[in-house]
C-alpha cells in the first residue's frame, strides 16, 4: 500500500500586509484542497516558502495544517533545513504533531559530498519513526543527487518514498528500471505530468492543484483507467498553465492565481514580490482558457 | 496523411578493413532493416556517419539505398553540410535519385544565428520539390534550434516535419501545443521513445531497430491500441538497451550489436574505434536481457 | 580611499564537539589573521558558515569578531539572510556593533528576478548607513548576478563595492570597463587572484590567509610593486593548494589545514563533515610544498 | 627556443561575390599581418573557415599563405578533419608545402572518447615531421580536451604545443604547473589575452591581428617588459572589441573590420552571413575608440 497516490497538494503559505505568517489563512486555503480531493496534503514544501519562515513558524503552520486536515487525507509536512540538527528537530516535531510523513530535501550552501547527503538523511531517519520522502529538485535546494544516490538512500530504514523535480524524465526511468516497481517515486516537476505517469510515477507532487484541482485529478484518472489518449488531451489542456507557474515562481504564481480566481490569498514575503502585471495578464488569460 | 509513422529505421554505413565504404554490407544491413517492417529507412543519418563520408561516398551510398529499399518503404535522406552549397548539392542528388524526403541537420563549426540558420534551410527548400525534415541534435550538430526556431521553420513550404533529438520532453510538448495536433514531429532520443509518443509524436527515428526491430515495433503497436501499461512494459524492456547504445555513439554500438547476433556489420573509419571489451560484454547481456 | 586593500581575510566559525559555536576559538583564530597582516577581517563570509546558524549565533560571532579586532584593521561582516528583514536586522545589528561595513549575497531558494535583488539590496541599504559590499557567488548563493545587474546595483548609495567570485576572469573586465577604475570590485575566487590583481581588483577576498598569510601577502606586494614575474612564480607557488581549499569546501579544508599546522580549529556542524583520510594527506603534502 | 612566440595572427579566407576562395586577396590580406610584425601567420583556422572548405580549396590556401610568407615568419597551418584519414592527408600536404607546424582540433560529430582523440593525433603525428599544436576549442570544435589530456597528448612526440580557447584561465594555469615552465601553451581566447600572458602564455593566436596589430603588439611588449600596469592599460583599450569580434564570430567580424578600415575584404560563404547593420555601426563605433 502506498500511502500517497494521485494528486498530492501543496498549499501556499500565505503573509499579512506586514508579512507575518497568516495561520487563518492558510487553514482555509488548506481546507479547499481537500475537499477538492487532494490524494494529500504537503504542507512547507517549496511552495509553502519553506526556508524563508523562522523556525516558530514552520511549527504553527505544521500544527495549523495537520488540525485542519484532521485525519481526512494523508499529511506530507516539509522539515528541510541546512544544518542537520534543525532538520532533525522539525521532523521530531512534525512527527508527534502527528504527520503522516516528511518530506526532505538536502540544502546546500556549501555543495554536499554523497557520503554528507547519505549520513544527514541517515541521521535524521535515525530519529524518526515515520517515513521520509527524500526530495530531489537542484533548481531550489541546490543540490542535485543522482538517481544512484537516491537508490542508496532508500537503503535507509523509513526512507522509503522519492520526489524527483529535475524535470528530467531519464531519471525516472531510472529509478524505475533500477529499482523496480515496486518503488514509490513521484513527480515534482509539473511540465512532466504526463510524461512521469507514463513512467509509472506513482503520484504527482503539486501547487497547481490550488488553482486546477479538477483538471489535475482528470488527469490521474485517465491514467487510472489506462487510456493514454485523452490523458494526452487533458495535460495539453493545463501544459501552458503549468509551465507557466513554474517559470514564474510557485509561491508568487499561486498567490496570483488564487486572486484571480476570487479566492483570498494574502502576500508574499521579501524578497519575493507578486507578479507584475504583465504576468498576472497572461495569468488571467492562462486560468480563462482551461476554465 | 503523414509520409513516415512508427519507426524511421537508421542504418549504419559500413567500412571495409582499410575504411572504405562496403556498398553491398551496407545493401544487405538495409534490406533487413526493411524486411522487419521498419516504417521509413533514414541512410546517412548521425549512424550513417554522413559528417565522415566523402561527397562521391555519400553519392553512392543514397544510390544504393533507394536501389535496395526500391519503393517498399518510404527514404529519408540525409543531405545535411557545413555549406549551403554543399547542402543543396545533396539534396538535389537525392532528390533526383528518388528520395522521399531528406533530412538537415544545420551543422555547425562557428555557431550559426537564428537568420543565418532560417536562410540556410530557405535557400536550400527553394531548390527542392520533395519534403524536408528539420532535425534538431545539439549534442551531435553543435546548434541547438529551439522550438520557437523550429516553429518559423515550418513557415518554409517544404519543411514539413521535425525530428527533436535534445531529450528534453518539454520541446515536444511546446511543438505540439504551439504547432496543433497537425504539426508532424518525430522523436529522434532513443531513452524518449516512450514520453515521446505519450506527448504525441508521429515515429520515432532509431538505430536501435537494427537490433531490437519486434520490441520497437510492439511498442509503437501499444501506443497505437492506446495500451499505456502495455507500452510502458515494453518501453523498461528495452530501456537499458536504448541508453547503452546512445550513451557509447550510435556507431560503434550498432556495429558491435550486429557482431554479437552475428551479423556481419564491418568496420568503423577513425577515428570512431569499436566498443572497448568491457563495453562489448555489457551490450551481450543487454541483447541477451532483452531477447 | 578604498576601505579594504589587500587581503581581506576570512576566519571560520569553529565548532565545539557538541556542534556549538566556540566563540573563544572564534576569538584567537581571528587574532591570528589580525597579525598576519589582513588588510580587513570578514566573519560570518562562507568560510565562517553563515547560513547554517541561527540568529542568536550569528549576533554573538559579530559581537565577538568586532570585540577582538578592536578597531586595528576595518571589518567587514556577513549579514545576508534569504528574507529582506532578517537581513535588514543583521545589518543593523552588525552597524550598530561597530562594523566597517556588511557583506550581502542575494541568497535563493526560489529564484530571484533582477528586480527582486535590486529591491532587496535597495531596502537593505535604506536602513544602513555602513557601506555594503554586494557579493555574487552562484556557487554557494544560488543566484548569478550579471555584470550589468552589479553595475546596476552600484547605483544605490551605500553599495560601494562588489565582491565576484564565479571565478569568470571576463566579469572583472567588464565591472573595470564599464564602471571605470574607480570602481572598487574584490576578487572572491582564489585560483582566480593572479589574473584578477592584473585585471585590476583591489582586493582578494580569501579564506586562504588563514594558512599561507605570507604568501598571500607577498602576492599582493608583488602586483603593488608592477612585478608581474614575480607575481606569478608567488602565485604558482600557492595556486595548488588554492585550488584544492576550494573544491574541497573551505570550512572543511581551513578547519583541516590548521589542525596540521599545529593550530586548534575545533569542529564543524553537520551535515558538514572533516576531510576524509585521502584528502586531509594531500593538504599535509601541499602544505609542505609551499612551507 | 619557442618556434612561436607574441602575436600568431590568424588571416580569414576570403570569397569572392559567388562564395568562391579568392586567393589573391587572400594574399595581400596575408601581407598586411606578415608587415605588421606578426610573430607568425596562421591560415587555416577557425577564422580561415578550415571547415567550410573542399580539399582542393584547403591546398590551394596553404600553398599561397606559403609562397607568400615565403620564409619570413613561421607559419602554422590548419589541417583538422573529422577523419583521421583526410587529417593525414592534409598535414602532409602541408609539411610538403613547407609548413613550419600544424594545427589540429579534434573536430566531432560523434563525440570522441579520450583514447579516440589520443590515438587521431597519435596517428596523424607518426606521418609527419614538423611539430604539431593541439588545439581545444569546445565552442567551435565540439570537444573539450581537458588539461589531463592536453597533458597526455604532449607525450606524442612531436605534439610540442597546445592552444588553449575555452576561455577558462584556470586550464591554462594546471597546465603550467603540471608541466612546467618548459611547456609551450598559446592562448586563443581573445578576451583572456591579459589573463593568459599573466598566467605564462608564450603567446597569443589571434584574428584581432587583422584590425588592430599595433595594440596587439604593444600589449605583448609590455608583458616582456614585465610592465604590468602598461599592460592592463592596453588590454582595456582593446577588451570591447576583443569581446565584440568573438561574440559576433570572428570571420564576420573580421571582414567587416576591415570593410571599414577601407580594406578589400570579400565576401563570406553561406550559412555565414555579413554583421547586420546594427552590429556593423558598433564595430565602427569601436574601431574609432581604439584608434
Known amino acids: 500500500m502506498k500511502i500517497f497516490e494521485g494528486i498530492i497538494a501543496y498549499p501556499i503559505t500565505p503573509f499579512d500586509q506586514s508579512e507575518k505568517v497568516d495561520i487563518s489563512l492558510f487553514q482555509s486555503l488548506t481546507e479547499r ?6 490524494g494529500g496534503i504537503a504542507p512547507l514544501g517549496s511552495t509553502g516558502v519553506l526556508p524563508y519562515l523562522q523556525d516558530d513558524e514552520k511549527e504553527a503552520v505544521t ?3 495537520l488540525q485542519q486536515v484532521n485525519g481526512r487525507v494523508p ?15 522539525h521532523a521530531r516535531f512534525a512527527e508527534k504533531a502527528g504527520a503522516t510523513a516528511v518530506m526532505i530535501i538536502p540544502m546546500s550552501y556549501w555543495k554536499l559530498t554523497e557520503e554528507e547527503i547519505f549520513r544527514h538523511y541517515d541521521r535524521v531517519a535515525s530519529q524518526l519513526s515515520i517515513p521520509i520522502m527524500a526530495y530531489n529538485n537542484p533548481a531550489t535546494g ?15 530504514p523509513n526512507v ?18 533500477a529499482l523496480g516497481e515496486e518503488v514509490t517515486f513521484y513527480n515534482g516537476s509539473n511540465p512532466l505530468a504526463l510524461a512521469a505517469f507514463a513512467a509509472g510515477a506513482s503520484g ?20 487510472r483507467k489506462n487510456d493514454l489518449a485523452q490523458a494526452q488531451a487533458l495535460f495539453y489542456r493545463q501544459f501552458e498553465l503549468l509551465q507557466f507557474i513554474v517559470a514564474k515562481g510557485l509561491p508568487a504564481a499561486i498567490q496570483a492565481g488564487l486572486k484571480i480566481q476570487g479566492i483570498e490569498s494574502g502576500y508574499l514575503r521579501s524578497p519575493l514580490q507578486e507578479l507584475n502585471p504583465a504576468d ?12
Chains 1, 2, 3, 4 share one sequence.
Open 75 to 89: 499529511v506530507l509536512v516539509g522539515v528541510s533545513h541546512l544544518t542537520t540538527e534543525r532538520t532533525i528537530h
Open 142 to 156: 541546490g543540490i542535485d543527487m543522482s538517481p544512484a544516490l537516491l537508490k542508496r538512500l532508500l537503503e535507509i
Open 63 to 65: 500544527l495549523a495544517a
Open 280 to 291: 498576472y495578464q497572461r495569468l488571467v488569460q492562462l486560468l480563462n482558457a482551461v476554465n
Open 204 to 223: 504527482w507532487c503539486t501547487a497547481a492543484f490550488n488553482l486546477i484541482p479538477e483538471l489535475n485529478n482528470q488527469l490521474y484518472a485517465a491514467i
Open 33 to 38: 484542497l481537500v475537499q477538492a480531493g487532494a
Open 160 to 177: 522509503t518514498m522519492i520526489k524527483e523535480s529535475t524535470g528530467d524524465i531519464q531519471r525516472m526511468h531510472y529509478l524505475r528500471k
